[in-house]
DNA sequence: GTGAAAGCGCTAACAG
DNA sequence: CTGTTAGCGCTTTCAC
C-alpha cells in the first residue's frame, strides 16, 4: 500500500519530477496535452501531495498550536469551530491543548506547542499575568501569538479578539435594575482573569450610578467550576445578605449559583432574578432558561484565525484588537 | 530569527552534521568529549529537532485524525483529554473534527484527514451504516482507524473501545425497577446509533423480565439534542401514557426531558424520577442532579489512542475491542 | 570515532 | 515547453 509520490508518476508518463510539479501546480509552462495526461495519471493512480515533503520546503509547519482553559463548557468548543472553519480548508493542522484552569498547565502547554514547531498560537489565557514572560519570549522568537476572550494585562505585540465586558456587562445590570431589581449580587470570578475585572467594573459603575452599591453583594472566586457558584451564594445567604438578583461572570458560575437557590427552594425569577455572561448553549438548557450576554463565539474563532494568518503571512503585519460585538438574550432566570 | 539547524552546530563547532546527529541521538559512536559538547552547543545555541524533517525521513505524518458527533457536551472533551494524554507527549499531532451529528459531515471530515495524510484516525460515529464503505477504504489504504463508543455494524478490520451498553442499560433499568418504578419510559436516540440499539435491548430485557413491557413507553428521537428529549416526554404526556420515571440514552437527551417536567411542574424525582446514561459534567450541573451510567471517558480516549499506536507500529497487529467497564451513579434525580 | 554522501518528496532556479 | 540540478533538515549507510 505505498503511497504514490511524484516519481511515481514520473516514471509512469516517463516525464520529468519537475513536469509533473509543473503540471500539478498549473504552472503556466506546461503543454495543454501534458498536463492533462498528468492529471489523468495522478487520478488514476490515486496520488496525493505529500504535505511533510511541502512544509518541509517552505519551512512552515502549518500547524497552528491553540490553548484553552477548558473544554467542558461548549465555549471552547464554539470558538474550535470557528477557529478550525478558516484554518482547516487552508491545510492547517491544529493542536489543542487544554489547560484547566491551570497557569502552569497552560505553561507546559505552550513549552509543548513549541516543541511542535508550530507556526503560530491561539490562546485564551486561564491568568492575566501569569505567564506574561513566556508570551513575551514566544513572539520575539518569532512565533505570532493571538489572545481572544482572556487577554493579558501587558501590551504585547499580538493581536486580540475581545468584546466589551466592560459595557456588555454594564448593559446586563442596567437591565436588571429596569425589571426592578435594586440588591443585584455579583458573582466576579476570580481577580487574575482580566475579564473578571473589567465586567466587575461595569457592575460598579452601573450600581453606583444608581446609588445602589454595596461592597457586600460582590465575591470573587478562586475558580471557576459551578462548585464555586454555589458557594458565593452560600455565602450571601450564611451571612443573611439580603439579594434579588445575581449576574454571575460566566455561565457555569451562574448555574452553580442556580442549583443553590433551587436546591433552597427559593424561586427563579420569582424571588431571585440570575443572569449570567457568556451565552453558551449551556444558558438554555438549564432550567429555568439563564438571560445572559451572548457572545459570536464562532466568529471569534474565526477571527482570532484570520488574525494570525495575518501574523504568519507577513511577520511584520501590525497588531490589531478586534471588538466584537455580543447581544443580550432575555431569558426565563429574569424578568 | 532563524532557528538553529544541524548544520548551524556542524558549522559552529566544526564537526560533521553526521556527528551532530549521532550525539543528539545518544548513538554510542560519539565519543564522549564530542557528544558533551555537542549538548552545550545545542543548549547555548537553543538548538531544537526540526519535526517536519523528521516526518519526512519517517515516511510518517506523525497526525493522527480524531472525529467526534460533536463537542458542545463534554463527552467528547473528556476523550479527547485521554486521548491527548497519550499522544502529545509522543510527538503526535492531532487534527480534531467535528461532524455535528451528521453523516455527510462525517465524510467530510474522514476525507479532509485522509488529505492531512494521517497516521491513524479514531472516530466516534454518528451514524452506524452510512460511511460504511469509507471506513473500508481507509483501511485498506492502509491508514489504521480505532472506533470508540460509538462503532460501526460491519466486522471491519479495527480496533474499538466501548462500554457495555447492553449489561449497563440493563442495570440501570433493574436498579430503577428495585427503587419501586414500574412505568419506565425509555428516549432511545436515533436507531442509526448502534448503541441506542444496545441499550434500547437491554432495557426491553429487564422490563420484559418483570413483565412490565410496553411498547408505548420506547420512543426513538430523530436527533440527539435536548429539544429531542423534551418532545419525547411532550408526546407520552399528549398521549395520556402514564410513566413513573425516564431512561434516556445519553445526558442531553435526559436533560431536556427534566426540563419538559420541570416546566409542567411535574416534581423530579417525586412523580417522575430520570435516569440517563453518559455520564458527563452535565449530570452534576443540573438540578436535582442526575443519576446516570458514568463511562470511563478518559480511559476511553487512552485506550483509543494506544490502540491506533499499536497499529502504526504494525499494521498487521491484530485487531482488539476492549471492553471498559461503566459504574452507576446514583444521585437526587432518581431515589 | 568521525566524515562524506545519499535520500525522504517536493519545488524552483537554471538550462536548453 | 521540458529536463537537470540543488536543496529544505535530518538520519543512515558506507568509508576511513
Known amino acids: 500500500m505505498k503511497r504514490i509520490t511524484i516519481k511515481d508518476l514520473s516514471k509512469f508518463l516517463s516525464l520529468s519530477t519537475s513536469t509533473i510539479s509543473r503540471a500539478l501546480l498549473n504552472d503556466k509552462n506546461v503543454n495543454d496535452e501534458t498536463r492533462k495526461r498528468v ?125 466589551d465586558d466592560y459595557i456588555n456587562s454594564s448593559l446586563m445590570v442596567e437591565y436588571l435594575i429596569k425589571t426592578g431589581r435594586k440588591r443585584i449580587a455579583h458573582i466576579m470570578g476570580p481577580q487574575t482573569i482580566r475579564n473578571a475585572v473589567e465586567r466587575a467594573n461595569g457592575y460598579k459603575r452601573i450600581m453606583n450610578k444608581y446609588h445602589i452599591f454595596d461592597e457586600n453583594l460582590i465575591i470573587k472566586t478562586e475558580g471557576m467550576t459551578f462548585e464555586y457558584g454555589k458557594r458565593a451564594v ?27 437557590l433551587l436546591e433552597n427552594n427559593i424561586k427563579i425569577p420569582g424571588e431571585v432574578a440570575v443572569a449570567s455572561f457568556s451565552g453558551t448553549e449551556l444558558s438554555t438548557m438549564v432550567y429555568p432558561q439563564l438571560t445572559s450576554v451572548q457572545q459570536p463565539l464562532v466568529k471569534m474563532g474565526e477571527t482570532a484565525a484570520e488574525l494570525i494568518l495575518e501574523k504568519i503571512r507577513d511577520h511584520s503585519a501590525p497588531s490589531k484588537t478586534v471588538l466584537l460585538d455580543a447581544v443580550l438574550v432575555y431569558r426565563d432566570s429574569t424578568l
Chains 1, 2 share one sequence.
Open 234 to 260: 452560600k455565602h450571601w445567604s450564611d451571612k443573611d445578605i439580603e439579594f434579588d438578583s445575581i449576574f454571575a461572570f460566566s455561565d457555569t458560575l451562574a448555574i452553580g449559583a442556580m442549583n443553590f
Open 39 to 163: 492529471m489523468d495519471a495522478a487520478a488514476e493512480l490515486g496520488y496525493k501531495p505529500n504535505l511533510t515533503a511541502l512544509n518541509l520546503k517552505s519551512g512552515q509547519s502549518k500547524t497552528i498550536g491553540v490553548v484553552v482553559p477548558e473544554m467542558i463548557t461548549p465555549f471552547s468548543a464554539k470558538v474550535l469551530e470557528g477557529i478550525q472553519n478558516v484554518l482547516y480548508p487552508l491545510g492547517y493542522r491544529l493542536v489543542i491543548t487544554q489547560s484547566d484552569e491551570n497557569p502552569l498547565n497552560e505553561r507546559k502547554n505552550l513549552q509543548l506547542l513549541e516543541g511542535f514547531n508550530v507556526d503560530g498560537i491561539i490562546i485564551n489565557l486561564c491568568h492575566e499575568t501569569y505567564n506574561n514572560d513566556l508570551y513575551q519570549q514566544i513572539i520575539s522568537q518569532g512565533t505570532p501569538l493571538v489572545f481572544f476572550d482572556r487577554i493579558p494585562d501587558k501590551s504585547l505585540n499580538a493581536s486580540k479578539v475581545i468584546v
